[in-house]
T-cell receptor, first 117, second 112 residues
Framework: GAVVSQHPSWVICKSGTSVKIECRSL??????MFWYRQFPKQSLMLMAT?????????EQGVEKDKFLINHASLTLSTLTVTSAHPEDSSFYIC?????????????FGPGTRLLVL | GENVEQHPSTLSVQEGDSAVIKCTYS??????FPWYKQELGKGPQLIID?????GEKKDQRIAVTLNKTAKHFSLHITETQPEDSAVYFC???????????FGAGTTVTVRA
């Protein structure tokens, strides 16, 4: 299947700092990538949809100024958590859509665990 | 929007037995239904999917069935093995929407 990577796999930061997470599609071009957030023992919550070359679309309740998304190329999307606070600690997962394997099919990255102290 | 309900929330089976997870969806326009397996600390892995023009799909020990009329779909795992232990999520989306609506997840434990 299609391979999606994320970097870093985990990060610890101090409250008030910003953290950038990268999501890459390794063997396909992804016109659309998605960013999810997952709390322990809960389902995935979609934060935003990232389209290459255009502004991201955020889900209701997600602060776009706090969670900055950039999709600069067909293989890379980044999520920056600005002025992170302890309540932002979570598991962040990206996915990418590979149109060649089916319009709707999404492949997920391994996730990034963020801990804000 | 789409609402996906998933049952049961936990499932414990004896190795070699079958496991069945059921999901219902609310949007009759949904036409794509993937199943993901998530192991502890990892991202979800697509294990099988089905589109609304098909009633059943099988891949080795895994099968998915879809009942469009009743708006429910199910995951069947036969001959379960310890490595099948994980959290399984169902999801649904409609054509050209691409946003997945996920069920709450089922924690499957296979007892050796």
């Amino acid at each position: 299947g299609a391979v999606v990577s994320q970097h870093p796999s985990w990060v610890i930061c101090k409250s008030g700092t910003s953290v950038k997470i990268e999501c890459r599609s390794l063997d396909f071009q992804a016109t659309t990538m998605f960013w999810y957030r997952q709390f322990p023992k809960q389902s995935l919550m979609l934060m935003a949809t990232s389209n290459e070359g255009s502004k991201a679309t955020y889900e209701q309740g997600v602060e776009k100024d706090k969670f900055l998304i950039n999709h600069a190329s067909l293989t890379l999307s980044t999520l920056t958590v600005t002025s992170a606070h302890p309540e932002d600690s979570s598991f962040y997962i990206c996915s990418a859509r590979d149109p060649a394997r089916g319009q709707e099919t999404q492949y997920f990255g391994p996730g990034t665990r963020l801990l804000v102290l | 929007g789409e609402n996906v309900e998933q049952h049961p929330s936990t499932l414990s089976v004896q190795e070699g037995d079958s496991a069945v997870i059921k999901c219902t969806y609310s949007d009759s326009a949904s036409n794509y239904f993937p199943w993901y397996k998530q192991e502890l600390g990892k991202g979800p892995q697509l294990i099988i999917d089905i589109r609304s023009n098909v009633g059943e799909k099988k891949d080795q020990r895994i099968a998915v069935t879809l009942n469009k009329t009743a708006k429910h779909f199910s995951l069947h795992i036969t001959e379960t093995q310890p490595e099948d232990s994980a959290v399984y999520f169902c999801a649904a989306t409609r054509f050209n929407d691409y946003k997945l609506s996920f069920g709450a997840g089922t924690t499957v434990t296979v007892r050796a």
